[in-house]
């Protein structure tokens, strides 16, 4: 497994619907982190999905985390590689190798989601942070789930640091702030 790398990196958000995180266990906070793991992407022109689970019944994503995404995708699979995410990663103008992941529910759309993303060749780095569950047991049991099958689990600041591997970047100073304000999120 490589460091993650922001030139061969994807950012896919999985369901963080408008009618679903109010039932999500620390909902806010799970929100909190993945959007500000998105603003963090943008800053780095690291390209950012999102998928959204029958949007008709669940509603769309929520808005500040939707408008950080370059394109959502609708889906009614649990696995948002069988509506199309693996086509529309690797139609990217820099196919990723690497897909960082977050979303809700963990247990069932994110883990089928990496589950997918793994059997499609990708390094999947999931960031425990920025999922959640409405239980807190299932979304453990899905973090467990996915390292045993491969997939590695990181934290926000793992994957910034990882994607700015150096702190002469000319973007560190700009993103350092947002790892800083941490309670904000927390």
């Known amino acids: 497994m490589h460091a993650m790398d922001r030139a061969s ?3 896919v958000l999985v369901d963080y619907q408008g009618r679903l995180m109010p039932a ?3 909902g806010v906070r799970v929100l909190a982190w ?3 793991l ?3 992407a943008r800053e780095l022109a690291v390209p950012v999905l999102g998928t959204e689970q029958n949007p008709a019944k669940l509603g769309p994503n929520d808005e500040a985390l939707r408008a950080l995404c370059d394109t959502t995708l609708t889906k009614t699979h649990f696995d948002a590689c069988a509506d199309g995410l693996v086509e529309a990663l690797r ?3 820099r196919a990723p190798r690497q897909i960082v992941v977050a ?3 963990a247990h069932v759309c ?3 989601t990496a589950l997918g993303l793994r059997r499609a060749g990708f390094e999947v780095f999931v960031v425990e942070p920025a999922c959640g569950s409405r239980a807190a047991e299932d979304k453990a049991l899905a973090m467990a789930r996915l390292r045993q099958a491969g997939a590695v689990i990181v934290s926000v ?3 910034v640091f990882e994607w700015l591997h150096d702190c002469r970047d000319e973007a560190f100073r700009r993103v350092l702030p947002r790892l800083k304000s941490r309670a904000d999120a927390a």
């Open 103 to 105: 979303g809700c529910e």
């Open 91 to 93: 139609a990217l103008p």
């Open 34 to 36: 993945a959007q500000r």
């Open 38 to 40: 998105a603003e963090i």
């Open 157 to 159: 600041e793992m994957v």
């Open 9 to 11: 990196s994807a950012l």
């Open 110 to 112: 994110l883990l089928q």
């Open 24 to 26: 999500i266990h620390d």
